[in-house]
């Protein structure tokens, strides 16, 4: 009875291992066109008063996740960017990937086009932050100018590429 046994597991075992690969690519694995800048960011975000004043995270809101990512067209000019947390942004940005910056005037910033911003000194600098283990990792910046914040405010968002690490 045990070779009979043996004889059917080593049976599904071959089976398995012979239909467990897909041949139908050879397409190697990879990113999207504009790897370098999408991501899941841990970011704070700062207020700048009109008059140059800083207050770091009056809100309170602590670290949290924003995310960019590519356009289905993986396209080269543009990238979403995305704050569930904050202020609700979820828009395209325009980019230039060889500088790795980001910026726009007045655009819708989220998809029911409730109010616009404008985003400036938007930068991905590789290995410009570190993590908890004061490894390298790349950061972001921006400056947020939203058109419905009653108060004039330019927000900063700062922070690092997330890790899977609680920062």
Not at 126 to 142: C, R, S
Request: net charge negative; charged share 20%; hydrophobic share 35%.
């Amino acid at each position: 009875m045990k070779k009979y046994i043996f004889s059917l597991i080593a049976l599904f075992t071959m089976g398995f291992a012979l239909t467990s690969c897909n041949p139908e690519t050879n397409e190697p694995a990879g990113g999207n066109k504009i790897v370098d800048m999408t991501g899941d960011w841990l970011v704070t975000v700062d207020a700048i008063a009109p008059d140059g004043t800083v207050y770091e995270d009056p809100y309170g809101k602590g670290q949290f996740h924003v995310y960019t990512y590519a356009t289905t067209n993986d396209e080269t000019d543009k990238m979403w960017l995305q704050d569930d947390v904050f202020w609700g942004l979820k828009f395209l940005v325009p980019i230039d990937y060889n500088n790795k910056t980001f910026n726009c005037e007045n655009l819708p910033y989220d998809q029911v086009e409730t109010g616009h911003v404008t985003i400036t000194n938007a930068k991905i600098t590789k290995n410009g932050g570190t993590n908890i283990h004061g490894k390298p990792v790349d950061a972001i910046t921006f400056d947020a100018q939203f058109d419905d914040d009653t108060d004039g405010m330019t927000w900063r968002y700062h922070g690092v590429r997330y890790q899977g690490f609680t920062e």
